[in-house]
């Protein structure tokens, strides 16, 4: 302004981060419009509950045109990513305007709890199973009514929303679960059919698709879900990407005798969904490490390891505390350079490397958050005593290294790997941290390199 101060208006784009996405509100827009039946279409995010944003489209009809929800939907599907699909469509006969003749996004009404849908897709709860768990579903999803065929995340489900439906389902049917099961079973009828066993086995539980679908092997990814979901949607669309997980039905890791055990585990997993090689492997941090060690022993049943990805993973050997002096000084140099916002972002950083990122950014589920953070002390505890018995073995095939630029206090060059690579190491340098490489805009690199590297080792 004239007399020096800074007036904020905020973003006047309309693009809104969600679940760590930053989506352009006029691309669903734009796609919307290209229905035969849609006149005019404005897609806003909304907050009914904190921490927990979600997408919503208002539309209104060409003259003397229906469209059903479930049309809308599949139509979507078809040409944007999952991350900007609407959770809610609602149909107006005319959209708010300001008196200057612009959409008043403030007046748009709230999503209506009722659901059209056709009769005929919908089938209702036959037992008192499906009965409960569609109460569930609808009080989590905040939408209803909600049929046994319907898929979670087709209604707007998303990671956040299926911890919370999960803690419910746990709490109502006295079963403990792996969330994995959700993933893997996601509609009503499917997620009774396995509460009504009288024996549960989670045998079958570590092996949740984030990308079921696509013509090209499947790239397996080791101990996440979120991160590398966040990774998908910049990635081919005909690349099918599977997340490992061990964790028991309250969120704690399982504990094996070490890495050799874990990567036997999710090697027989990865054998019922893909009996033979070509494999596609990776993980990030430790997960590279149980990949690398997934590598070596389907090597050694004659399987072909196409591509191990190893996302800042550090050869647990090599992995030594600073000096004091040299954080300290490291430190004092980004606060003299940055000011006092970095105090505030040490503070986090360091929260973060204890408990996780998930504890500090979804107030949305503050009641598992205390759960949460005792499990993931638990698997850093567990973590350090894999790591304190493992001793890797040279690998006979290609490592392909993504390495963070910014290493911070570790000095080790190409972390570790270099002896251990006996087909050659390949180091890719992403700008970031160890965490930010999975963040905007390290992300969209990490995922054009990788998808260059599968391409090059199935060619």
């Given at each position: 302004m004239s007399d020096g101060n800074i007036e904020f208006l905020g973003r006047i784009d309309h693009q809104v981060k969600i679940r760590g996405f930053r989506i352009e509100l006029g691309e669903i827009e734009a796609v919307l419009r290209q229905h035969p039946s849609v006149k005019e279409a404005v897609v806003i995010s909304r907050e009914?509950?904190?921490?927990?944003?979600?997408?919503?489209a208002y539309l209104t009809l060409n003259l003397e045109q229906t469209v059903k929800v479930e049309q809308l939907r599949r139509f979507?599907?078809?040409?944007?990513?999952?991350?900007?699909?609407?959770?809610?469509?609602?149909?107006?006969?005319?959209?708010?305007m300001t008196p200057n003749g612009k959409i008043d996004r403030r007046s748009l009404p709230e999503p209506a709890q009722t659901r059209q849908q056709a009769e005929e897709t919908f089938v209702p709860p036959s037992d008192e199973i499906e009965l409960k768990l569609a109460r569930i579903w609808e009080n989590v999803l905040g939408i209803k009514p909600i049929g046994i065929k319907d898929n979670f995340f087709d209604l707007g489900g998303n990671s956040l929303l299926s911890?919370?439906?999960f803690a419910q389902v746990q709490k109502a049917f006295k079963k403990d679960m792996p969330l994995a099961i959700l993933y893997q079973n996601p509609t009503i009828e499917q997620l009774a059919i396995i509460i009504?066993?009288?024996?549960?086995?989670?045998?079958?539980?570590?092996?949740?698709?984030?990308?079921?679908?696509?013509?090209?092997?499947?790239?397996?990814?080791?101990?996440?879900?979120?991160?590398?979901?966040?990774?998908?949607?910049?990635?081919?669309?005909?690349q099918p990407v599977y997340a490992l997980i061990s964790e028991d039905g309250q969120g704690m890791p399982i504990r094996f005798n070490g890495i050799e055990e874990l990567a036997s585990r999710y090697i027989n997993e990865i054998r019922t969904l893909q009996p033979e090689g070509p494999y596609l492997l990776g993980g990030h941090?430790?997960?590279?490490?149980?990949?690398?060690?997934m590598a070596q022993q389907l090597s050694s049943q004659g399987q072909h390891i196409a591509l191990l990805a190893l996302f800042d993973s550090y050869v647990p050997s090599t992995i030594k505390k600073p000096p004091v002096s040299k954080s300290l000084s490291y430190?004092?140099?980004?606060?003299?350079?940055?000011?006092?916002?970095?105090?505030?972002?040490?503070?986090i950083e360091r929260l973060s490397e204890k408990y996780g990122n998930f504890a500090l950014k979804n107030k949305f589920i503050r009641i598992k958050k205390l759960q949460y953070l005792v499990s993931r002390a638990a698997y850093i505890k567990l973590?350090?005593?894999?790591?304190?018995k493992y001793i890797p073995q040279p690998y006979l095939g290609r490592i392909n290294l993504?390495?963070?630029?910014?290493?911070?206090?570790?000095?080790?060059?190409?972390l570790g790997w270099t002896k251990l690579a006996g087909g050659g190491l390949e180091i890719h340098e992403i700008p970031g941290d160890h965490t930010s490489i999975f963040q905007e805009p390290s992300i969209r690199l990490v995922a054009k390199k990788l998808e260059l590297s599968i391409d090059d080792r199935l060619s």
């Amino acid at each position: 302004m004239s007399d020096g101060n800074i007036e904020f208006l905020g973003r006047i784009d309309h693009q809104v981060k969600i679940r760590g996405f930053r989506i352009e509100l006029g691309e669903i827009e734009a796609v919307l419009r290209q229905h035969p039946s849609v006149k005019e279409a404005v897609v806003i995010s909304r907050e009914e509950v904190q921490g927990d944003k979600r997408l919503v489209a208002y539309l209104t009809l060409n003259l003397e045109q229906t469209v059903k929800v479930e049309q809308l939907r599949r139509f979507l599907q078809q040409k944007l990513p999952v991350y900007m699909m609407p959770s809610a469509f609602v149909i107006l006969k005319a959209l708010p305007m300001t008196p200057n003749g612009k959409i008043d996004r403030r007046s748009l009404p709230e999503p209506a709890q009722t659901r059209q849908q056709a009769e005929e897709t919908f089938v209702p709860p036959s037992d008192e199973i499906e009965l409960k768990l569609a109460r569930i579903w609808e009080n989590v999803l905040g939408i209803k009514p909600i049929g046994i065929k319907d898929n979670f995340f087709d209604l707007g489900g998303n990671s956040l929303l299926s911890i919370h439906l999960f803690a419910q389902v746990q709490k109502a049917f006295k079963k403990d679960m792996p969330l994995a099961i959700l993933y893997q079973n996601p509609t009503i009828e499917q997620l009774a059919i396995i509460i009504r066993q009288l024996e549960f086995s989670p045998s079958l539980s570590s092996l949740v698709p984030i990308k079921a679908n696509g013509s090209k092997p499947p790239l397996f990814l080791c101990q996440g879900f979120s991160l590398y979901e966040s990774l998908v949607s910049y990635l081919d669309s005909e690349q099918p990407v599977y997340a490992l997980i061990s964790e028991d039905g309250q969120g704690m890791p399982i504990r094996f005798n070490g890495i050799e055990e874990l990567a036997s585990r999710y090697i027989n997993e990865i054998r019922t969904l893909q009996p033979e090689g070509p494999y596609l492997l990776g993980g990030h941090s430790f997960g590279g490490v149980i990949a690398f060690e997934m590598a070596q022993q389907l090597s050694s049943q004659g399987q072909h390891i196409a591509l191990l990805a190893l996302f800042d993973s550090y050869v647990p050997s090599t992995i030594k505390k600073p000096p004091v002096s040299k954080s300290l000084s490291y430190n004092l140099n980004q606060l003299l350079k940055i000011g006092p916002a970095y105090l505030l972002k040490y503070g986090i950083e360091r929260l973060s490397e204890k408990y996780g990122n998930f504890a500090l950014k979804n107030k949305f589920i503050r009641i598992k958050k205390l759960q949460y953070l005792v499990s993931r002390a638990a698997y850093i505890k567990l973590v350090k005593e894999y790591a304190a018995k493992y001793i890797p073995q040279p690998y006979l095939g290609r490592i392909n290294l993504f390495m963070a630029s910014d290493r911070r206090f570790q000095d080790e060059p190409k972390l570790g790997w270099t002896k251990l690579a006996g087909g050659g190491l390949e180091i890719h340098e992403i700008p970031g941290d160890h965490t930010s490489i999975f963040q905007e805009p390290s992300i969209r690199l990490v995922a054009k390199k990788l998808e260059l590297s599968i391409d090059d080792r199935l060619s």
